[in-house]
Each structure stands twice: as structure tokens, then as C-alpha cells.
């Protein structure tokens, strides 16, 4: 029996290696296929490590990060104005600014105005908010147009201006509505342009972060762009001095999870900016 069983399976290994020679190029081509195959596994898994994943949305970023119980719109001024002219500008900014921000006909309000201190020389900052979105900006620049003492002061501005720009912004969900408080303050404008598809994941770790930041009332309003420069950002501190601003944020490395938000968050920015701002008299934000 046992003799029996030993000649089968000799004659099954001799017909197998028959059938190798005989298929050999069969062999190797599957061989090569198998080869190929795990080189490409490989490629893609490599590739991995570099690649990043994006999950797909059914939203725009703006609708999951902004506020939804209100329609509110900002505008952000930039004007860099003529060194020997600054003094000028701030005056008709206060005989005018304010005028429209009182006025119920104007759908919209003051946030702040500021000369920037530190940074960009020269240079005015103007906040607005629009109650009611885009056709509240849209109200108000018609009925602008048929201001006189509006549209004199666009003209007289303009001999004063170097450059200027704007940006239409929302703001996250998370961050207070910017209100009117008391000073003496220096405001702080960091601004922050992310890399293209990463709003979702800032929004994320800010959403988490801003609790270690309210500790001396300091957050006072964050921003993302709509129009204007894409994927930028704002966060708007108040302090009462420089000193003060540098113990606050060395106050912030003491909350446990404050360095896994800066650790994650500096990799999806390309470029940021500080600005240490002087509030006009004019100012809500004192």
C-alpha cells in the first residue's frame, strides 16, 4: 500500500514538472505580471505618504464654517496712504466715517478703523460689517453713489492714497461677533493664507483652540476671504500693550493641547503676517 502511494505521487510530481517545461514562458509572464504588480502596490503606497487625502464635500467651505444663524458680510480696507499725508487722511476719515455708521439708511456699521503701528508703514485699516449679506453691501454702495460729501471724499482721499485694496469676508462660526469695547487697546491683525484646501482643517483646529485664547478677552473677531486674496484668513486680537500681548501668548503654550494645535496648523500655511494697529479716535474698538 504504502509503495502504491509513494509511486502515485512521484508520478504527480514528474507530470508537474513536465507541464513547468512545457509552460515555462506561461510561467514567467505570470511571474512578471505578479512582479509588476507589487511595484505598483508599492508606487501607490509611497505615494501615499506625500499625497493628501481630500474627502469629498456636498458643501461649500463657507457654508460649514460661517454662521448660519445670521447673514452677516465684512469688508476689509487696506490703504496705504502718502507718508506726509497720514495726518490729513485720519482727519477726513473722522469727519466722515462716522457719519455713515450712524446713519439707519446705510444697512451697514463701523467695526474699527486703525493706522498700523508695526508692519506695513503708513498704512489705514478699515472694518465693515454688512447686515444682510451681499444685497446689504449692494444697498449701501448705490446709495453712496448719490452722496455728495461721500463722493468728495473718495476724490479728495484718492490724492492722498499710494495703493489701496479690499477682501469681502465671513466670520467663523466659532469666534465672537467683534463689538465695541473700551480702551486703551492696540489691536493685532494676523493674517494667514493657507494652502489651497485646507479651510476645513484650520476651521477645525481653531474651533477647538480658540478656548485657550479667551482668557483675557483678547479674540475679538476671525475671518475668512470670499473675495479678494482666496484661502486667507484674519484673527483680531486686542491687548492693552505690547507686554501684555507677549505674557498672553506665553500664557497659551500652559493649556494642554494648545501645542498640538500650533503643530498641526503652521503646515497648511503658506504665508502670514502680523500687524500691531492704532485705533482712531473714531473707532467702535477703542
Known amino acids: 500500500m504504502a509503495t502504491r502511494v509513494l509511486q502515485s505521487v512521484g508520478n504527480g510530481l514528474s507530470q508537474a514538472r513536465n507541464r513547468v ?6 510561467i514567467v509572464a505570470v511571474r512578471g505580471l505578479s512582479a509588476s504588480n507589487n511595484r505598483n502596490r508599492e ?5 501615499s505618504l506625500f499625497v493628501r487625502k481630500v474627502d469629498p464635500r456636498k458643501d461649500a467651505h463657507s457654508h460649514l464654517l460661517a454662521k448660519k444663524e445670521d447673514s452677516n458680510l465684512y469688508k476689509i480696507q487696506f490703504h496705504n496712504v502718502k507718508p506726509d499725508c497720514l495726518d490729513a487722511y485720519n482727519k477726513l476719515c473722522e469727519d466722515v466715517l462716522p457719519a455713515i455708521h450712524a446713519d439707519p439708511h446705510y444697512p451697514c456699521e463701523l467695526v474699527g478703523t486703525w493706522n498700523t503701528w508695526y508692519g506695513e508703514q503708513d498704512q489705514a485699516v478699515h472694518l465693515w460689517r454688512y447686515r444682510g449679506g451681499y444685497p446689504a453691501l449692494t444697498e449701501v454702495m448705490n446709495k453712496l453713489r448719490q452722496n455728495k460729501e461721500f463722493m468728495d471724499y473718495r476724490k479728495e482721499r484718492g490724492q492722498m492714497l499710494l495703493s489701496r485694496r479690499n477682501q469681502l469676508l465671513l466670520e467663523f ?48 473677531g476671525g475671518f475668512f476671504s470670499q ?3 482666496l484661502y486667507m484668513v484674519h484673527h483680531l486680537w486686542a491687548y492693552k500693550d505690547l507686554q501684555s500681548r507677549e505674557d498672553t501668548r506665553n500664557a497659551a503654550w500652559q493649556h494642554e493641547g494648545w501645542d498640538e494645535v500650533v503643530y498641526y496648523t503652521v503646515p497648511l500655511i503658506q504665508h502670514m503676517e502680523s500687524r500691531i494697529m492704532i485705533p482712531l479716535k473714531s473707532s467702535p474698538l477703542k
Do not use: C, H
Open 21 to 26: 517545461r512545457a509552460d515555462g514562458q506561461v
Open 43 to 47: 508606487d501607490s503606497w509611497f505615494k
Open 173 to 220: 462660526s466659532f469666534w465672537n461677533e467683534p463689538v465695541p469695547r473700551a480702551g486703551p487697546n492696540i489691536y493685532e491683525l494676523r493674517s494667514y493664507q493657507l494652502r489651497p484646501g485646507t479651510m476645513i482643517e484650520w476651521g477645525n483646529y481653531w474651533a477647538r483652540a480658540i478656548r485657550y485664547r479667551q482668557q483675557n478677552q483678547e479674540a475679538v
Open 227 to 229: 473675495i479678494g486674496s
